[in-house]
């Protein structure tokens, strides 16, 4: 009798599980496209322009869970107007690559640190959680069946975006107890047609990306509209391509554009150094890129590599003395890329931008023939889910 | 000839303006809904929860201006998941109520505040410019055709909600090249069914709600995003209704929840005084139910009334000297509320609410009483735009 109650309990336990159901590869559908849109060659168009056939889309609620994945044309959504999403950016995203290989294999870059983070911010939004490996099953399909997507060039690559938003239709600020997760992909040409273009920063103390007790260090939505404005006042009156944000009264420098910034340079105690800012303050979005290019430089042993804080001031000293030699940006989108100028104050800071011999070059190589795996290496992983199981975990 | 030519050039740039058409009222489209929904009785539903058949939607792009205004059915937008509103933020609201008065006739509370506010917060969100004019006669007409949607009690309103979303279908952070700008109602209860229902506040110094540099004092959705998850803690963790955002090294006290704060307190120089922070900071809100406040007791000329800075260090000296006489926070949603607890530090302040012959009290009943126009104020705006016109830019 104790048995068979134990066992009704387990049943009851298992229905209430079930009814919160979790997100599930298995469960996936998939509806082509009648009328599909892929030419070859059209792939220098403007990032994140043209956007490839299919997408993958899963709906949420609070009482249910994860309602079935899936793979299907892509067409508009359907928003309610009151919308959580539409009124308080109840929005958060992830950006990843699919590269074509050398051995025609379709790989991701580091799939699994991107859905980490993704995880981490959602929480932080009060968006909802998802199994991260089934989610990367469900993704590596989508690719799989928008596969002729994925450019065959050693410069270009297929921009992979998931995205979560809350689509609660009820107005007042609060968590949506009903979301959509869902990817798109684009084909993206390289930043780089004629090499490692370096590009100029304006250093404005007056606008502030992130700061201490927000949400710098998450990707959410909400991180990137006040940004535009800034953006677009420091090219339109100042020529600069974009903004490196500074912060505090002693003006830490923080992040460019939407990149993490490195400084190699000769420190004040006259080692080399590659320093980029720390974590720790939660101003500083940990950069898939960020990550990869402090394993790969650390692994060198050839100079210093520091997660620490720089300001302007120790910075323009630095530059005084000649021990800058080099500033780059790192991100999904443009890997690495050189800064030629800083504007701060009315005053100019020239950088070498030395691109052959120079470290952002090395590093721009080095990431690169891990992308297009000339360089084997575990951060890739191919589409192919019976695959991914036995390699899972050493992402 | 010489007149000729000049006529050519008039028509040409009649064509040139024609090209990029604004937002005009005479071009409003109106279908009606087939099937009404609106039954009497139910307006007390939670906030925002139950929205009005119709919807007023304009479209926007780069190329043309604006797109002619409709009035239709509410109905879920068509919104490409590539829209920048889906991803960076690109989203700007306000919120305003329309009351029905005493005389019978529906007026909204100082819309032309609102949508100044709403004009500013577009600009710094990179979004397009209107006619605050002409968008106000489409609004007028909405809530003249949802008139029965406005509720008949002294405790209730409609809530009138404006949005502003940026729907260019291309990754990447940059301003929208298309929009769509909609209107969307719903019919409110008070928050006040048993009287001023006092609330507590957690002040937590490690979250800060907005920042110098930052765009607290706009109504973008970014910034409410981020507060999600801290109203939420205070709630479960400290049993707090509302977070009091604090800011900087000395925890200047700057906004509750989605409201402006307000200190009625005997200062340090023995005065009484009615203190709100200042808006110079750019951190906070200018919110119109504060104006309204600021207007009001300031014509009373019965007590000092302060927009300046107050550190939770100066608010216990007082607290401890017996100086603080009320708290309140104001905003369109819940006029005034007043504050009975603040817990900070493992500290927990009370503050009095006498409810009945409070300032709080008082304000309250004032501004209810311009709001059904039992005392006849120019705040209030009919919904006839003819009307309007002869009355226009006294609001």
Redesign the interface.
């Known amino acids: 009798m104790i048995f068979s109650k134990q066992v009704g309990l387990h049943r009851h336990l298992q229905m209430c599980v079930r009814a919160l159901s979790s997100l599930r590869y298995k469960d996936l559908q998939i509806t082509l496209t009648k009328t599909p849109t892929r030419t070859s060659g059209d792939d220098h168009l ?4 043209h ?1 490839s056939d299919h ?1 993958l889309e899963v709906d949420w609620t609070a009482e249910h869970g994860w309602d079935i994945p899936q793979i299907k044309p ?1 067409s ?7 919308a959580k ?7 958060i ?1 992830e950006g990843l690559k699919a590269y074509r290989c050398v051995d025609g294999k379709v790989r991701l870059f580091r799939p699994r640190e991107h859905l980490r983070r993704m995880s981490a911010t959602a ?4 968006l909802p959680a998802f199994d991260q490996s089934e989610f990367l099953k469900c993704i590596q399909k989508l690719i799989s069946v928008d596969q002729e997507w994925v450019p065959d060039s050693k410069n270009q690559s297929l ?1 992979v ?1 998931p ?1 979560l ?1 809350g689509t609660e ?7 949506s107890n009903k979301a959509k997760l ?1 990817v ?1 992909t ?1 084909p993206v040409g390289s930043y780089f047609a004629g090499g490692l273009k370096p590009f100029s920063l304006l250093a404005d ?4 990306r992130a ?5 710098g260090g998450y990707k ?10 800034v ?2 006042n420091a090219l339109e009156k100042y020529g600069c391509q974009q903004v490196l944000w500074l912060f505090g009264d002693d003006h830490q420098m923080t992040e460019i554009g ?1 990149m993490n910034l490195f400084i190699y340079w000769v420190n004040e105690q006259g080692e080399k150094e590659l320093l980029t800012p720390s974590l720790e303050s939660g101003l500083i979005l940990p950069g898939i890129t960020r990550k990869s290019v402090l394993e790969l430089s650390r692994q060198w042993k050839e100079f210093y590599v520091t997660e620490g804080n720089i300001t302007m001031k120790t910075f323009i000293k630095a530059w005084n003395d000649g021990r800058i030699m080099e500033v780059f940006g790192s991100g999904t989108a443009s890997i690495v890329l050189p800064v030629q100028e800083i504007c701060y104050l009315d005053q100019k800071f020239n950088i070498p931008t030395d691109t052959d011999t120079s470290l952002t070059q090395r590093l721009f190589n080095e990431i690169t023939s891990i992308h297009y795996y000339s360089k084997p290496h575990h951060w890739m992983e191919t589409l192919d889910p019976e695959e991914e199981e036995k390699t899972a975990g050493c992402g």
């Not at 403007?46 to 322009?49: D, E, L, T």
């Open positions: 403007k990032f994140g322009a956007i997408m892509v508009p959504l359907h928003i309610h107007p009151a999403v539409l009124h308080y950016a109840s929005e995203f929480e932080r939004a009060c921009y975006r995205t938003i239709p009820t107005l007042g600020v609060s968590a869902f798109i684009t103390p007056k606008y502030v700061w201490t007790g927000g949400c959410m939505g909400s991180n990137y509209a006040p940004t535009v404005a953006q677009k939407t």
